[in-house]
């Protein structure tokens, strides 16, 4: 396996991972928000925002994704020659694992942050008011997903 | 034993349920609350009463509510929409038919008591469930029993060989009990809910404590073991050893259990006043506090029975304190019987 190949499956991890994740935690959300609007619609613009929270995480991961294919240097202009005809495999591996902390980060605070919204939204169909304690402890579950991005960042522009 | 107080739904989310939850948490925000319920007993006349509850969306499918005659069938709509509800959501249609098969069980206990008090009280008759209210009245009165189920059929041929003779009517709802909640634990426990399991444990329990100790007040405590129910938490065997026991020693019997306060302030006011009012009230609010703990689960079934049962009991304290009303039964005597599930 190329050194390329590797750092692509690293692309493709930090992707679908977070983006599972994300798929899940807004399915599950924007289903109780679905239920709540039912009987309230006019609550639509309160949960708007708890549906979409979970969300983040899956462009956490296609950030992170674009970030290497940029470093690879497989689109945009590079001056000089582009990484990718000259990555070894060792640098393959660095890319690879620097893809890992949003991609495990995003799928796993993604899908509680899902449970969190949901049940603000749940919460917000008995207090209007509340939905915006809601959101507070919900971006408690964001916190981790953006550590795994910031390493995932600090890891891909390391000096090499 | 089922300590309501302590008790936590186990943490197994179903996410078949989260659009259900959504929906009965917006619904759960239009439940009566305790000072609703104040207000409404606290009115001067039942025309007021239903006035209130017509502006808090009970007679919202109604295109007009002229007085309390249109009462019963204005609650009637609500049940059926609550219904409806459950069998539009439930994604197990086991449990929608066992919440409609209880209104077939409540029926058969309204007919088989008029026939046996030679009364007639097809105004209390509910026209919801799984079978027509003719195809019962045919298989009580004619015993016709072509198009009900073979439950119901069971049920009628051993309250007609059993119960036929005794004096006392609320003992057929102990018959008609004790037969529902075996053919509902044969759906319930196949289906591996522990929260309704439990609820229907704690029904049971509950169900054989006011049969034993209305029994025991009645003297009849020779036929206790033919209509105990199994499969509650407290043994039959308990109660079996209570038999001819002192009303002391029955409070002291359950003294250390979760039902220590339903007995001890049951037994009490049955001895005060000769009444069972407390004991049911005790009973109901028992139940409503476990029904609550659903709160406790984000997703599943939980919240959407809860929700049902819930509102099967705000009809049953909304119609106590309407009829309390129009037979002008005094404000206390209601708020007793009636608050006690709102605590």
Not at chain 2, 11 to 28: C, S
Not at chain 2, 186 to 206: A, C, Q
């Amino acid at each position: 396996m190329t050194g390329l190949e590797i750092a692509l499956i690293g692309v493709g991890l930090a992707v679908i991972l977070a983006g599972i994740g994300s798929a899940i935690g807004v399915g599950v959300t924007a289903q109780v928000a679905n239920g709540v609007m039912s009987e309230e619609p006019e609550l639509f613009g309160r949960v708007l925002l708890l549906t979409a929270l979970p969300g983040t995480q899956g462009i956490y991961g296609f950030l992170v994704g674009f970030l290497v294919i940029m470093k690879l240097g497989l689109i945009g202009t590079t001056t000089g020659i582009p990484l990718f005809k000259t990555l070894t495999v060792g640098q393959g591996w660095q890319l690879f694992l620097s893809c890992l902390p949003i991609a495990f980060a995003g799928i796993f605070s993604a899908i509680h942050q899902g449970r969190v919204c949901a049940t603000g939204v749940e919460m917000t169909a008995k207090q209007p008011g509340g939905a915006g304690k809601a959101m507070v402890l919900a971006v408690f579950v964001e916190f981790y997903a953006v550590l795994g991005l910031l390493a995932s960042i600090l890891l891909i522009y390391r000096n090499w | 034993m089922i300590e309501v107080s302590r008790y936590r739904p186990a943490f197994k989310p179903d996410l078949r349920y989260a659009y259900a939850t959504g929906r009965i948490r917006a619904l759960e925000s239009r439940q009566l609350r305790r000072q609703d319920i104040e207000r409404l007993i606290e009115v001067r006349h039942p025309e007021e009463a239903v006035r209130i509850l017509t502006e808090g969306g009970y007679g919202g499918e109604l295109p007009r509510l002229e007085g309390w005659s249109d009462f019963e069938y204005m609650l009637e709509i609500q049940q059926r929409s609550v219904i409806d509800l459950l069998s539009e959501l439930s994604k197990d249609t086991s449990i929608s038919d066992l919440f409609l098969e209880r209104y077939d069980f409540y029926n058969l206990k309204v007919l088989l008591k008029a026939k046996y008090s030679h009364q007639d009280l097809d105004h209390l008759l509910i026209g919801i469930g799984r079978t027509s209210i003719d195809l019962l009245k045919k298989a009580v009165m004619e015993s016709d029993y072509r198009g009900v189920s073979g439950a119901i059929k069971d049920i009628i041929g051993w309250v007609d060989t059993v119960w036929e003779g005794m004096l006392d009517p609320q003992l057929i709802d102990v018959a008609v009990d004790n037969r529902m909640y075996d053919r509902f634990l044969s759906i319930v426990v196949p289906f591996g809910n522990r929260f309704l399991h439990d609820w229907l444990r704690l029904e049971i329990d509950l169900a054989n404590l006011r049969t034993f100790l209305r029994l025991k007040w009645l003297g009849l405590e020779d036929i206790m073991d033919q209509v105990l129910v199994k499969g509650g938490t407290i043994e039959e065997l308990k109660f079996l050893s209570l038999r001819g026991e002192s009303w002391e020693r029955v409070i002291e019997a359950f003294r250390k259990t979760g039902y220590a306060d339903v007995v001890a302030e049951g037994v009490g006011h049955l001895l005060d006043a000769s009444s069972f009012s407390r004991l049911e009230s005790l009973s109901d609010g028992l139940i409503i506090s476990f029904l609550r703990r659903a709160k406790l689960q984000p997703f599943g079934i939980e919240p959407l029975i809860a929700y049902v049962l819930l509102r099967e009991y705000e009809f049953k304290a909304v119609r106590a304190i309407v009829v309390g009303k129009m037979n002008g039964v005094a404000d206390d005597l209601i708020r007793e019987r009636v608050v006690n599930g709102y605590v």
